[in-house]
């Protein structure tokens, strides 16, 4: 059982880690828009929401 259950937990943190890494992926993506529409306070600002819930998912994670 305890194999069964080490699996789970390991399966469990690779599926927060994907989305960890989607959230960092269209953090990259949103600050390219914001350079692309000339400095626009709003998609930068909503990058660094976004590349900031993507580290913490990641640390929540390995908790």
Do not use: E
């Not at 959230?23 to 993506?29: C, E, V």
């Not at 692309?36 to 590349?51: A, E, N, T, Y």
Request: net charge positive.
């Amino acid at each position: 059982m305890t194999k069964l259950r080490d699996s789970d937990v390991r399966a469990h943190r690779h599926h927060v880690l994907t989305f960890a890494l989607t959230l960092l992926h269209i953090a990259i993506a949103v600050a390219t828009l914001s350079i692309i529409m000339h400095g626009k306070r709003w998609p930068w600002l909503g990058s660094l929401v976004l590349g900031a819930l993507g580290l913490i998912a990641a640390g929540v994670a390995y908790v």
